[in-house]
């Protein structure tokens, strides 16, 4: 059973602060990952993906992959009150034998920004 | 503008009936999705189509069914036989098959009275 494990939270952290939002999966051939934010009553929304190990920067969201030790992170540096959301890890698989590449969801994580 | 249309927004059913629920998208993407979310539960899989004329079942099909006639258009119809359906419904399409990139609708939100 392919999983993806999230701490539901709240999350809170002061304005300013860094956001640190943490994602461990289960299945060791998943090779993309990906960042959503959902705001109360909203869609997802896509912000980031990751492939490979390591760092990817984008704006003032940074995911971190480590495929050893099997877990993804976001990193929000200079939290605002507007990231105030529940934010989704997903990772790709494959079906057996199959070709397409669909998403498992983990249940999120909720942040809160205080001003 | 591009992107992804569902409609409608809010939808009250009552037990027994089947509702159709549209999603249509402009993006000219292959591949189209039917997602469920309950309250504090992460999204489950309902139905998926690769191209036009082809879908397969998800995680959660039962109670179910869609069809792909067009490529822009990828309905959901929830049946009587769906013992739970109040949920947000969520569709999404991605550019291909391949690409995990999904991008969403704004979701219909079903209520059974």
């Known amino acids: 059973q392919k999983e993806v494990e999230q701490n539901s939270g709240p999350l809170s952290v002061p304005e300013g602060a860094i956001a640190s939002l943490n994602c461990t999966y289960s299945?060791?051939?998943?090779?993309?990952f990906f960042w959503y934010r959902q705001y109360s009553g909203k869609s997802p929304e896509l912000i980031m993906f990751i492939y490979s190990n390591g760092d990817k920067e984008d704006g003032r969201f940074t995911a971190q992959l480590n495929k050893a030790s099997q877990y993804v992170s976001l990193l929000i540096r200079d939290s605002q009150p507007s990231d105030s959301a529940t934010y989704l890890c997903?990772?790709?698989?494959?079906?057996?034998?199959?070709?397409?590449?669909?998403?498992?969801f983990g249940k999120g994580t909720k942040l809160s920004v205080k001003p | 503008d591009g992107g992804i249309t569902q409609s409608p927004k809010y939808l009250f059913r009552k037990e027994g009936q089947n509702v159709t629920l549209s999603c249509e998208q402009n993006l000219n993407h292959d591949a189209m999705y039917w997602y469920r979310q309950d309250p504090g539960q992460g999204l489950r899989l309902i139905y998926y189509s690769q191209i036009v004329n082809d879908f397969q079942k998800g995680d959660i099909a039962e109670g179910y069914s869609v069809s792909r006639e067009k490529k822009e258009s990828f309905p959901l119809t929830v049946t009587s036989a769906q013992k739970n359906p109040t949920a947000f419904y969520l569709c999404?399409?991605?550019?291909?098959?391949?690409?995990?990139?999904?991008?969403f609708g704004p979701g219909t939100r079903l209520t059974v009275l």
């Open positions: 999404a399409s991605s550019i291909s098959p391949l690409n995990n990139e999904q991008f």
């Open positions: 997903a990772l790709a698989i494959r079906n057996y034998g199959g070709s397409q590449g669909n998403l498992i």
């Open positions: 299945d060791r051939g998943s090779q993309s």
